[in-house]
C-alpha cells in the first residue's frame, strides 16, 4: 500500500465535497444534541463514563473475553475462524463461499469488510457481491467510496444518483427520493431472495452468549442475515463485550451520538445459526475474528484507548479539518479524528504517518465521542511515534530534521541566544516588512505567508519592563556593556587574525 | 502456531497477560442506574407516542373492536394476503379468521421467502416493548418465523400492556440464552439521498402497534 | 500581591504591546508584577509536533527560572498554561524534578483564569465603547475549561457591545505546526472564522491566545477588513482611547 500523502490528497477535494458533507454533520449534530438533551447533561456524562470503561476493561482483558466468546459462539453452532491480517481473513470468507458453491453475495455495511476489501476478492472469484445499504448500493454503482461513514452518499445530489440509477440499472429514474428509495427496494428484494450467502459485520460481540449485535434503519442488515441460508460475519477483534448489560449502556450511546436517534429502527441479536427450520434464518454461520493490525494497537498503553471506539462517527461530524476536507482525503476506510489515529497504528507510520498531523488538536472530538477516547492525547502519541519513535515502531523523520529539533531545541533553552535571537530576526525581517505585516517570506516560513502575512517581529517588552526599575534600568545598562565588549572582542580577534594571514 | 495462537499471544504479549492472568470484575462505574417507569399509562402513552413520532400508526384497543379495526386497515392498506405468528395469544383472538371473512387470503408463515414477500400484511405480537424508545422486542421460533415481521410490505404488532419494560436489562435477562430476537423501532428508513428521510426500504414499509387492553 | 509573568514565545515575540497592557491592567487592580529573567520557550511547539524529547531542555529552563519564584504564574495564552499544567510535568522522569514541575504546574495560570477564579475580578477599570465578538480559543476551552471567564471581563467594560459569535467554539485553523503542515486546511479554516466575524457585525474580535490572534489578525489583514483583532487583555487595558 502506498503512503498516503494527506497534503496532496486535500489539494485534490472537489469543490461541492464540503459543503455536502457539512450538511450531514449539521444535521447529525443537530438531531444529536436534541437527544442527548433528553437524558441531561449528568445522565449523559455517566453514561459516557460507563461506555468508557466498560470497553476499557474489555480491552485489558481481550484474550479472556475472546475466548469466552469463541466458546460461547461454537457451543450455539456457530463456526469461529481467526484472521491474522486481511489476507488472511480474505482467504477463509473465500473457502466458505467455494465449499458452499456461492454464485452472489449480499453484504450489509462493514468498515471490517472493507478494511480486508471483501468486496474485490469475492467479485475476482466470480461471485456476485452486493451493497445493500442504500448509501453503499449506490457508491458501489458508482465506483466511488463513502464520503461519510453513516451516509456514504452524501456527496452525491439526487439528479446524480437518478442519473445513475437509469444508466446502470436500466430503470426510468426519477430524482426523487421516495422514488428512488422504491426503485433500490425493488431492484434488491430480489438480490435478497436468490442470495447464496450474507455477509455482515457487527456492532458488538457479547462474549457472555456468543451474541452478534447488528445496528441498521433499513432493514438490509435483517434481510441479509435472514434469508440467505448461510451467513459470515467479518468482525474486528476490538468489537468485544462482556455481557447485555454492557449492551445496555452502549446502545444507549452509539445512536444517539451516530444520528441524534434514540436507537436505530432494527437491531438484531443473533446467536449462531437458526435452531429450528420452521422460524427460519440461515443454517450455517460462521464468524471471522479479524486481528489486521489491532494487536499492535494493544501494545501501547495510551494509544490503545483507540479500540475503545464504537463506530459512531461523531468525531468526524464534529472536526473542523474533516469538514473542511471530507473523508477521502484521509485515504484511509477510517477517516476523521477516528481515522487520524486508527490508521497509522493498523497501517503503521510508515503509510499512514501523516494521519496523526491531520488535526489542529482543537479537541472537540474528545468532548463528543461517546466512550471518551482520549483523541487529542493518542495523536500526541502517534506523533511522537512518527517523529522520534517507540517502543512499537521507529521514527520515520529524516536524520536532517532530528538534527533541526535538536538545534531549535538547544537554542530555545539557552536565554543568551533566545533573546540574541529576537533581536537579531528584527534586523532580518527589515526587507519583508510593510506596515507591521511580513507578507511574503521565503521557503520554508512562505507556507505561513501564503496565506496571511505574519506580524512583524516586536520582541521589546523585556527593555520596557526592565526600564521602569532603576535595577532593571542597571541591568540593561551592563547588558549593553557586555555586548560592546563581546563585539569589540571578536573585532580584535578579527583584526589580529588578519594580521597574521598577511605576514 | 495457527492464527488463533498467535492472535491470542500477541494480544497477552502486548496486555503484559499470561493464559491464566486474572480477570478483575467489570467496575461499578461501567454501569448505570435503571430507568425509573412512570405509572402503567403513561408507560403505554409514552410508547405509542414514540412509535407515532417515528411514523408509525397506533391505538390501543379492546377484543371487541378487533374486526372492525382489522376490517379498516384492509381497506387502508389495500390487503389482500397475510400472514401470521402462529402463537396462542393471535390464535385466542381469532386473527387468522376475521381476515378470511375479509377475503384476505392467509400464507402460512413457514411459506417460502418469495411467498411471504408478496404479503401485504404480516402480523405478530412481541414479547417485550420499551417505552423509553418506542421498541418492540421480537423472539424467533417455529411459532415466531423471523420473515413474518420482514418480508410482508405492512407490519402488525398486537401487544399487551404487560410485555412493557422499563428499560433493555431486565428484557436481556429474559432472552440472552436464545438463538435470534430482534430491536424494532418504527418502519424502516433512510437519509441516504441528499439527508432526505424516506420511510420504508428494505424493511416493512409501515408499522402498525395495537395495544390490546379494553380499549380505544 | 506579586505575580511573575510568563511571557510566552508568540507573546513576547509578536504582542510585546499586549504583555504591556497585561502588566498595566495587573498595576491598576493592585497587584505587582515581576518577570523573572532568563525565560525563554516552554516546549510546547516540540511537544506537539511529536519531537518530546527536544522539548526537555526548554522546560528543563522553564523550570529554572520559575522555581525560585513565588505566587502565581500568569500568562497571556491558554494554550502555553495547558501545556505546563498537562504536559509539562510528565516530560520529567527524576521525582526531584518532577515534582518541581508539578509545585510549578499548580500555580500557572491563564490571564481570564487568574483575574476571575483566582482574584474573583470582573470589572478591571476598562472603557472600550465599541461593539466586540468574542473567539473562543481552543487549549482555554477544552484544555483548560475556561468558558465564560472572558466574556465576564469583556462584560464588565464600560461602553462595550458584546455580541455573539456563530461558531465561537470552532477551531480557528492556527493549531501550531498545523498551520504550515497543512496550510490549505489550515487556511480553508480560517476563511470559515473571519466569515463568522465579519457576519456578527462587530468591529473587533477579541481572543485569547497569541497563536489564534497571529492567525485570525493576519487573515482580516489580508482581506483588507476594517475588522481588527485583538488580545482580550488589550481591551481590557483600553481607558476610552482609540486602539
Known sequence: MMRIDFRANVQRVPPNMPPSVRKATTRFLGTRANVVNIFGDERWQQLRQAGHDVRLHTINHLDYYLTRLEEN???????????????????IVLAIAREHNVKRAVKVKSMATEEIGLNHALIDAGIQTLETDLGEYIVQLAGEGPSHIIVPAVHLTKEGIADLFTQKLGVNAPPDPLELCAIARTKLREEFMSADLGISGANFLVAETGTLVIVTNEGNGRMCTTLPPLHIAVVGIDKVVPDFESVNVLLKLLPRSATGQKISTYTSFITGPRRSTEEGGPQEFHLVLLDNGRTRVLRDPVARETLLCIRCGVC????????????HAYGAVYSGPIG?????????????????????????CADYCPVKIPIPKILLRLRHRVVEGDHVQDAITSAPMRAGARAGSFALSQSFLYALGSQIVKIFQAPFQRAGWLTHLPPPANRWTMTRPLPAFNANFRAWFRKRTPAGRARVQKRKLGIGLLFAGIAALGAWWLARRKK | MNAREQILADVRLALKRTTDAPVLPIPGSARIAPRVPGDANAEIEMLLGEITKLGGATRRISRAEMRAALAQIARDDAVKKATLWETQELKAWDIADALRDLGIEIISPHADKRALAECDLGITGADAAFPETGTLLLRSSPEKPRAVSLLPRVHLAIITPEILRADLAPAFAEVKGEGYWVFVTGPSRTADIELTVTIGVHGPKALRVWVMDGGS | MRVQLFLTCLGENFFSSTLQDLVRVLERIGVDVAMPEGQTCCGQPFYNSGFQSQAIAPARN????????????????????????????????????HSIAQEIAARTYEFSEFLVRVLNVRDVGATFPHKVTYHASCHALRGLGLREESKELLRAVKGLELV????????????????????EVSASMMHAKIANIQASGADYVVMGDPGCLMNIAGGLHKIGSPIRALHTIQVLAANGGAQ
Request: aromatic share 10%.
Open chain 3, 62 to 97: 522553564f523550570l529554572r527560572v520559575f522555581a525560585p519564584t513565588d505566587g502565581y504564574i500568569v500568562a497571556p495564552s491558554g494554550s502555553c498554561v495547558d501545556f505546563v499544567r498537562h504536559h509539562l510535568p510528565e516530560l520529567f522522569q527524576d521525582p526531584r524534578e
Open chain 3, 164 to 183: 455573539p459569535l456563530n461558531e465561537e467554539e470552532t477551531c480557528c485553523g492556527f493549531g501550531g505546526v498545523f498551520s504550515v503542515i497543512y496550510p
Open chain 1, 316 to 327: 468526524l461530524n464534529v472536526c473542523p479539518v474533516y469538514n473542511h476536507v471530507g473523508g
Open chain 1, 340 to 364: 487520524a489515529i486508527l490508521a497509522p497504528q493498523l497501517l503503521g507510520v510508515k503509510i499512514a504517518g501523516d494521519l496523526p498531523f491531520a488535526s489542529s488538536l482543537c479537541g472537540a
Open chain 1, 73 to 91: 459462539v461454537a457451543s450455539a453452532g456457530g463456526i469461529v475462524h481467526w484472521a491474522r491480517d486481511a489476507e488472511q481473513a480474505r482467504q
